[in-house]
């Protein structure tokens, strides 16, 4: 059985700047992230979600405070590799994972450079192909692949190293709808089955609305964090951090300013109708 923690990332009084910034990417934030949980970060352009995620596979360090991973602190150089396996990263352009000519080879390039025996790869790969329902593209060129199949090959890549924690920086941000569709309901699918705490940073409220928590940063800091109910029902505090909120949301919240009693809390079409049914039949 795998070895439990109290949380799979905790960051505290976390600090970042780049050197070439006076401002800070990230001033003094903490944040736990608990075994299985599928947490969405949001927050406009420039309020340090990349810096986050990048903090919680040691691709970047802190400044100052502590980031622990699998309850190993980032900071300690002996435990980088054992870091980078426990807590996989994929980035918003899949071309930029993808080094192979072949699906199946690039997705065992992360095993061979982990020392994995030969006899191992293979059933890691396959296996990593099926989670993604991929396995059928499996001797197919990446170019040749839409940007959703894409992306979903650069995750089997991360997952073929069988990670706690994987993060995902904008993974969906270069796709089409079908694409994003696609790749949110794999991670979906992969953390529901399996149990893989998901990061997920973004900029789409509608996809922060699948999420189990909800992280708003504004200006490095930590701004909101709850369900996506608690979240997203503060509308115009989110206004005013630059950021939307889900249609739904937003539709219920024009509808109650103009005298109807909604559900402060409506999310998807379904609550709408649901709602706008209960409101009809007492009419």
Known sequence: MPEQFEHMVAAQNVTFSYQETAQPALSDVSLAIQPGEFVAVLGHNGSGKSSLA????????????T????????????????IRQHAGMVFQNPDNQL???????????????????QPEIRPKVDEAL????????????????SGGQKQRVAIAGV?????????????????????????????GRLHKERGITVIW??????EAATAQRVVVLNEGKLALTGTPREVFRQVEQLRALGLDVPPMTE????LRQRGLELSDDILTVKEMVEELCRLSSRA
């Open 251 to 254: 539709m219920a919240h024009a």
């Open 201 to 206: 940073i973004t900029h789409s409220m509608s």
């Open 54 to 65: 990048k903090l919680c596979n040691a691709l970047h360090l802190p400044t100052s405070g």
């Open 130 to 145: 099926r989670a993604v329902s991929m396995y059928e593209y499996r001797a197919s060129a990446p170019h040749m692949l």
């Open 99 to 117: 080094v192979s000519t072949i699906v199946e080879e690039d997705v065992a390039f992360g095993l061979e450079n982990l020392g994995t025996p």
């Open 159 to 187: 997952l073929a190293m069988a990670p706690r924690v994987m993060i995902l920086d904008e993974a969906t941000a270069m796709l089409d709808p079908s694409g994003r569709r696609e790749v949110l309901a794999t991670m």
């Open 67 to 82: 980031v622990t991973v699998c309850g190993m602190d980032t900071q300690d150089e002996a435990q980088l590799w054992n």
